[in-house]
């Protein structure tokens, strides 16, 4: 299966994905790596051609339990052909800086109910993007102790819904090694256009790849 200009391809999370997108309008795809992913396919198309629809339905601050109450509406209704998800470092960050848990079981029950619903009510392909943290202050290397087991529980709802996975646990940190958490994410979380893009570079290689595209 190619991507073609039939596509619709839909983005759902927290701020990583909305990446200030202006909510008034359904086009707008923020500065992130929805935006870098879109423009890759332009190019592609040899910025003329038809290419695939892109939406954007990030919202920040957002938890997995937020992504439920809206999915039907932002995610069912406009019936993508490929549905990307990427949640889980609010649900830690809120347990630390407001006392607002989000229990790792019932974390992956709500994302693999999400998954399911979506694998019941549409023929969409399923993508999965781990959390991810570069910490950047020493309070912030005591989250992995509620991140590590949810990154744990993505994977598994994420395998579990036969869902493509891009690794974004494993290459950020990765590229930190060399680069500096700082210089892909200045507070820890929310990435810099380099480390957008990175994203939106991993995307397109599990992707593409996959639908056998190049």
């Known amino acids: 299966m190619h991507i073609t200009a039939d596509d619709r391809l839909l983005f759902i999370g927290d701020s990583i994905t909305d990446a200030g997108r202006d909510r008034t309008d359904p086009t707008s795809l923020g500065n992130g790596y929805v935006r870098e992913i879109a423009q890759a396919l332009r190019a592609e198309a040899g ?3 038809p290419v695939p629809e892109v939406i954007n339905k990030g919202v920040n601050g957002h938890r997995v339990y937020d992504l439920e109450s809206r999915w039907t509406t932002d995610v069912v209704d406009p019936r993508p052909t490929v549905v990307t998800v990427k949640i889980g470092i609010n649900d830690t960050w809120r347990r630390y800086d407001s006392q607002l848990p989000s229990p790792v079981a019932e974390f ?8 399911t619903h979506t694998r019941q009510k549409l023929s969409a392909r399923l ?13 912030q290397e ?3 102790e509620d991140l590590a087991p ?4 993505v994977l598994r709802a994420a395998r579990g ?7 974004a646990d494993l ?9 500096g958490a700082e210089a892909l994410a200045p507070d820890g979380v929310h990435p810099s256009p380099r480390g957008h893009r990175l ?12 639908h056998g595209h190049r």
């Open 142 to 144: 005591s989250w992995f």
């Open 199 to 210: 994203i939106a570079e991993a995307w397109l290689a599990e992707v593409m790849a996959s």
């Open 47 to 49: 910025g003329a051609g």
């Open 150 to 153: 949810r990154t744990e529980a």
């Open 127 to 139: 993508v999965v993007i781990t959390p991810f943290l570069l910490p950047v202050t020493p309070e």
């Open 171 to 179: 290459l950020l940190p990765g590229a930190a090694e060399a680069s």
């Open 108 to 115: 992956e029950d709500c994302l693999d109910r999400l998954l």
């Open 161 to 167: 819904n036969d869902a493509q996975l891009v690794r």
